[in-house]
């Protein structure tokens, strides 16, 4: 007996200390850049592991105001929302459909949707690009969130989907039988049970819409409509430009940095779990 | 007054003069300006501080500007095809002549700017990005190349501003021996490290001599030995000058260096002392030095290639002509002491003392004998060749991944695929 | 259900869908088969032109070579990483939770703020890793500038790996989770080890999960953009390219204007057919029996 026991201590132990240093890593960027904002690019370069001796808070100030971070910020915001209310309503209705409908050409038509998820983002950049154009968005909130919200739904519709399918159909079938019509059965019955399932893929297409970089770097221009990430982006040009402000670009990725990590502490749970739910049937 | 007739006459002509001058002085145009300065920039609040001037002497134009950053142009681009109306922009004038001003998109100014326009500014910088003696810039911001170097390392180091590329070697060792860098690059910048391949080229065999060697269609010119000398002049750089982790830097890590003390000098455009006033302070001792001269070269230490800014006003414009009246005002004497003063940049007028920290390059600026493009002057007819190919493959000769030998043969081989492929 | 129900639920996604996905991968397919700088007047028809320059194109090969090695080498720590980590988390220990949101949380903070957390750690002289080396006596590491040419590649690679190792760990823990204890108990009455049983029972138990993975893996490092481009800032190294990145430089440029914009598309249209090969390769490969329970 006690031989195990003595046996599966240094194991553990060992274990403890791989997932434990490699957490700590996560937790050291965060904490790192929270302090390297605070020094002088002096400080910064001189002793970058160390505490900063004399807070400079004015690095958030100008990363807010003369580098425009509220404005940034309000866009990300406006967009996000309204993109992922937007491929709600969108993506539910046809993720429903798509699962627990009977017509001919359901799994194909699904299929065609799933398959959207192989398509490189980088294909469409220029064709996207033409198309804003032609239909005057490009460069605008408005043409991002339509953009945003087509290309998420292969990824969302597919999660839902399954999410659907797993759902019993006694409730279904007794609502019929009740006499209740196709819209009624969606709306009163299914869709609150949907709940969990949309509430876990909001929130996964807010945080990675939130990211989202590469597609606002191709189709938006005016520094007026730049999101967060495009705001860090141009954060990095402008500051090689004066004098190499590193603690001011920090303060920038800590300004976006923090909300979304408050957000995780509350809300890792159910972004996990709507990860897995959709890799994982 | 004489009769009823005259005084309704009067009447008549006093209201419609009125009239008139009321209807002149509401033209109000908002000219639309897109920038290559990020809005924190002490040239973004220069020329911020040009335009409120401008608007209170001219209260019918105003202005609505979008800072860009240093991308300007190709975001620009991206806007005009979707069809944004911008009147004027500002970019390096060598960028724009390889961009924007080949792809038929800039108007043309000769016409409103007239003759005299040149003796406005500094000899030769009208007609540096001028195509077939049209022009389409109007330089505004006079950057020159040069060795900026922190005067007190080379004090230390018993060193004086080298004449000659022997004498720049020594001052490398001079400086060695005291413990800190003579000089340092940006080594992901493959712009900034073609200076001095092409500043090498241009001391031996004259000015414009990259564009030249690049010009001939066989390819031929580029097995000159004085190619294949410059090219190992160059990366000799690194043997006593360069310290070796340089190669990393990722800009603008290098140039900190010298902020911080660690290095003597960088060859790279008057910009410099602006990028860095905030890491440096103030009271930073800058000097600066042209490029030495090759012993048995041709060119001259005199010889400077520069770099220029340029506003250009758009081919579609809305307002063309307030834009270029604006332009006018801001090549003036007085905007450009603005310029001078919160820009902390050098200015293109004639007759316009630059900043203190920038004395040096005002002075070899003056006393230029003759102006080349800076990087060679491939990056304004030759754009693609000089992204895709020159630029990086002169990096990775520089930075010792290919020999200075394969790096003239690939440059000989594919500039006659080039013109083969025209 | 009613067919008017299922036109009217389907028709927005249907629309948006094709409208803004399908037909303009469709576009770029036959925009591949022009040279044009986007301004309507010049457009040149040049039918395979564009596809024949990129094969003989050592930057888009370059390019490509960076897209396997992140696919191969990435894919194979990624996924180790993944392995070990669901294995060790799953041998017992206290703080599963805390671990597993610790090891996943790189992925909800922005790639493009990641990204300066990396180049400052690898940052010649001055950076965070030179200074560790510097303080500990290792001073030929603390020598390395590992941002140089040779090694900038590999260290953009440290912070894709540590990302998306948190991401595929999360993907393989929670198919693991679905695996019946019981027969943990079985095995470690019969005194298997966690290794054995990982290797014995977890593996092929999610095997179905891992095959998944795999594909998205497989697709995500084929399209990798945000990351390397922002570390790479904006005078990107060549040697940081991928195919994505290449495509966005010939299409768009940073400061150089380039604009070869059927080019472009020509490289996205390369980098669709790698997907689908890689994704059926993938399919082909992984042929095991299904273990159903």
Not at chain 2, 21 to 48: C, D, I, K, V, Y
Not at chain 3, 132 to 147: Q, R, Y
Not at chain 3, 183 to 207: K, L, Y
């Amino acid at each position: 007996m006690r031989r195990s026991a003595m046996k599966i201590s240094p194991k553990k132990l060992l274990a403890y200390l791989i997932l434990g240093a490699w957490s700590a890593l996560s937790v050291f960027l965060v904490v790192w850049v929270i302090m390297a904002s605070l020094k002088t690019t002096r400080g910064l370069f001189g002793k970058p592991w160390s505490l900063p001796t004399s807070p400079v808070f004015e690095n958030y100030v100008k990363a807010w105001v003369s580098n425009r971070f509220e404005h940034y910020f309000l866009n990300s915001f406006l967009v996000v929302s309204c993109s992922v209310v937007a491929l709600l309503l969108v993506a539910v209705p046809a993720a429903y459909v798509l699962s627990r409908g009977q017509f001919k050409g359901r799994r194909t038509l699904l299929n065609f949707f799933i398959f959207g998820m192989g398509i490189p983002i980088p294909l469409l950049f220029i064709p996207l690009v033409v198309l804003t154009t032609e239909l005057g968005i490009v460069d605008t909130l408005v043409g991002l969130s339509v953009v945003y919200v087509s290309i998420a739904l292969p990824f969302t519709i597919y999660v839902l989907q399954g999410f659907f399918s797993s759902l019993p159909s006694e409730l279904e079938s007794a609502a019929i039988i009740d006499g209740c019509s196709d819209w009624q059965v969606f709306w009163h019955v299914m869709l609150p049970l949907a709940a969990p399932g949309a509430a876990t893929v909001a929130i996964l297409n807010f945080v990675a819409l939130w990211n989202e970089y590469q597609i606002s770097l191709v189709l938006i221009n005016s520094p007026e409509n730049r999101t967060l990430s495009l705001g860090i982006y141009s954060l990095i040009t402008s500051m090689q430009y004066s004098g190499g402000n590193w603690p001011g670009l920090f303060a920038g990725v800590t300004i976006v940095m923090v909300p979304t990590v408050a957000l995780y502490i509350f809300l890792s749970e159910r972004m996990i779990s709507g990860i897995t739910m959709g890799g994982v049937k | 007054m004489k009769s009823s007739a005259s005084r309704f006459a009067l009447s008549v002509l006093t209201i419609a003069s009125g009239l008139a001058a009321f209807s002149g002085a509401s033209q109000a145009s908002e000219l639309t300006f897109w920038s290559m300065w990020n809005e924190p920039e002490p040239q973004a609040e220069a020329l911020r501080a040009i335009m409120d001037a401008y608007t209170k002497a001219h209260p019918e134009t105003t202005f609505k500007v979008v800072w860009n950053g240093r991308q300007n142009q190709t975001k620009l681009r991206g806007a005009l095809q979707a069809g944004t109306k911008v009147d004027f922009m500002d970019q390096d004038g060598d960028q724009l002549a390889g961009g924007l001003q080949k792809q038929g998109q800039a108007y043309q100014l000769d016409e409103a700017l007239g003759e005299g326009f040149k003796d406005t500014l500094l000899p030769g910088a009208y007609d540096l990005y001028a195509e077939g003696g049209k022009h389409f810039q109007i330089p505004y911001v006079y950057n020159t190349v040069n060795f900026w170097y922190d005067k007190e390392i080379m004090k230390e180091a018993g060193g004086t501003p080298p004449k000659t590329w022997t004498e720049l070697l020594s001052l490398c060792e001079a400086v060695g021996k005291t413990g800190k860098h003579a000089l340092v690059v940006e080594g992901n910048d493959t712009a900034y490290t073609l200076l001095y391949f092409s500043n090498l080229l241009e001391r031996e065999l004259g000015p414009n001599a990259v564009i030249k060697t690049f010009e001939d269609k066989s390819g031929k010119a580029w097995l000159d030995p004085a190619v294949l000398d410059s090219a190992k002049k160059a990366y000799s750089l690194w043997d006593s000058c360069i310290a070796a982790d340089a190669r990393g830097f990722q800009y603008p890590a290098g140039q900190q260096t010298i902020a911080l003390g660690d290095s003597m000098a960088e060859l790279v455009g008057s910009w410099l002392p602006t990028e860095l006033s905030s890491s440096t302070g103030s009271d930073f001792a800058w000097g600066a030095f042209n490029f030495p001269e090759v012993e048995g070269g041709k060119g001259k230490q005199t010889d400077l290639q520069v770099a220029l800014l340029s506003m250009m006003v758009l081919k579609d414009a809305p307002h063309p002509q307030e834009a270029i009246d604006f332009l006018k005002y801001l090549t003036g004497a007085e905007a450009q002491q603005v310029l001078v003063e919160k820009g902390g940049v050098g200015v293109t007028a004639k007759g316009v003392a630059w900043p203190e920290v920038l004395t040096d390059a005002y002075e070899a600026a003056q006393n230029a004998t003759t102006l080349t493009n800076i990087y060679g002057g491939m990056s304004i007819n030759y754009a693609d060749f000089y992204t895709t190919k020159f630029a990086p493959e002169h990096n990775k000769m520089f930075l010792g991944q290919i020999t200075p030998e394969d790096f003239v043969k690939m440059m000989s081989e594919e500039t006659k695929a080039y013109w083969a492929g025209k | 259900m009613r067919r008017r129900m299922v036109t009217l639920f389907l028709a927005p996604a249907v629309i948006l869908y094709l409208g803004f996905v399908v037909l303009p991968a469709l576009q770029a397919f036959y925009l591949s088969f022009f040279q044009t700088s986007g301004f309507k007047d010049q457009e040149k028809w040049v039918g395979l032109g564009n596809y024949v320059q990129l094969a003989s194109d050592p930057i888009f090969w370059l390019a490509v070579t960076h897209m396997l090695l992140i696919l191969l080498v990435g894919g194979v720590a990624v996924f180790g990483f993944a392995f070990l980590f669901t294995m060790l988390v799953n041998s017992g220990l206290w703080g599963k939770k805390l671990f597993r949101a610790l090891i996943f949380m790189p992925n909800i903070i922005a790639m493009v703020g990641l990204s300066t957390f990396w180049s400052f750690v690898f940052m010649p002289r001055y950076g965070l890793l030179t200074n560790f080396f510097k303080s500990i006596g290792l001073d030929t590491l603390a020598g390395v500038a590992w941002t140089a040419p040779e090694h900038v590649f590999w260290a953009m690679l440290v912070g894709i790996v540590w990302i998306f190792a948190g991401f595929f760990t999360i993907l393989v823990l929670a198919g693991a989770d679905k695996i019946p204890t019981d027969m943990f108990d079985a095995a470690r009455i019969e005194g298997a080890s966690n290794r054995q049983m990982f290797r014995w029972i977890t593996v092929p138990m999610i095997w179905d999960v891992i095959v998944i993975t795999m594909v998205l893996w497989v697709i995500e490092a084929i399209k990798m953009m945000e990351y390397p481009y922002a570390f790479g800032g904006p005078n990107i190294d060549q040697n940081l390219y991928t195919p994505a990145i290449y495509l966005f430089i010939m299409g768009f440029g940073q400061r150089d204007p380039v604009y070869q914009l059927g080019y472009a598309t020509a490289i996205g249209v390369a980098m669709f057919v790698f997907t689908i090969v890689a994704v059926l390769l993938v399919g082909a490969v992984s042929r095991r029996e299904r273990v159903e329970f």
